[in-house]
Antibody, heavy 123, light 110 residues
Framework: QVTVKESGPVLVKATETLTLTCAVS??????????VTWIRQPPGKALEWLIH???????SHTPSLKTRFSISMDTSKSQVVLTLFDMGPVDTGTYYC???????????????WGQGTQVTVSS | QSELTQPPSTSGTPGQRVTISCSGS????????VSWFQQLPGTAPKLLIY???QRPSGVPDRFSGSKSGSSASLAIAELRSEDEADYYC???????????FGGGTKLTVL
């Protein structure tokens, strides 16, 4: 069964660092033309793409993250770790990780989502 | 403010057909495939349509997608109560090398 699952703290204090882990199962992080994506959804609001890391470890991120992040991939553990620094109240929301796959016919397809993990930033 | 524009809400009665629009620009919808996601209350989004009009295995053919220029639409035929959810369009944005989403449309089945 192909799955992704997020984990991390439920509560983080403002200015602290958030570390989220995306554990994948049923596929390899070294699969070509594949990436793991992080999406955030503030309470009652829309989905927002944050960042993705490709199977070659290159990544792209939304400009709003600026330099406030790091992302890494551990192929042997089948995990992607996203770290967000200097958390603020605007970072409160549900964080989803997911899988993107690419082919010549369909382009990038975001075919798999995790259940999400809720994060609240307290002031 | 989202890169893609969707109506905030729409509604229909059981058995009806509803459509949800998604408007973008030449650098996103205009040059890339559109996907649609369904988010049932309290759950994670699920892929509904990809590559403008393709349905993943298990998605009923009541759901269909289309794209024209820099706009796209999702149509839901034979509306059912279980279709009540938030629907999001998304596509690749060339300038970001990443995804952009619509603001979401809340579908209410009356």
């Amino acid at each position: 069964q192909v799955t992704v699952k997020e984990s991390g703290p439920v509560l983080v204090k403002a200015t602290e660092t958030l570390t989220l882990t995306c554990a994948v199962s049923g596929f390899s992080l070294s699969t070509a033309r594949m990436a793991v994506t992080w999406i955030r959804q503030p309470p009652g609001k829309a989905l927002e793409w944050l960042i993705h890391i490709f199977s070659n470890a290159e990544y792209s991120h939304t400009p709003s993250l600026k330099t406030r992040f790091s992302i890494s991939m551990d192929t042997s553990k089948s995990q992607v770790v996203l770290t967000l620094f200097d958390m603020g109240p605007v970072d409160t929301g549900t964080y989803y990780c997911g899988r993107m796959i690419w082919d010549y016919t369909n382009g990038w397809v975001f075919d798999l989502w995790g259940q999400g993990t809720q994060v609240t930033v307290s002031s | 403010q989202s890169e893609l524009t969707q109506p905030p809400s729409t509604s229909g009665t059981p058995g009806q057909r509803v459509t949800i629009s998604c408007s973008g620009s030449s650098s996103n919808i205009g040059s890339n495939f559109v996907s649609w996601f369904q988010q049932l209350p309290g759950t994670a989004p699920k892929l509904l349509i990809y590559s403008n009009n393709q349905r993943p295995s298990g998605v009923p053919d009541r759901f269909s997608g289309s794209k024209s220029g820099s706009s796209a639409s999702l149509a839901i035929a034979e509306l059912r109560s279980e279709d009540e959810a938030d629907y999001y369009c998304a596509t690749w944005e060339d300038s970001l090398n990443g995804w952009v989403f619509g603001g979401g449309t809340k579908l209410t089945v009356l």
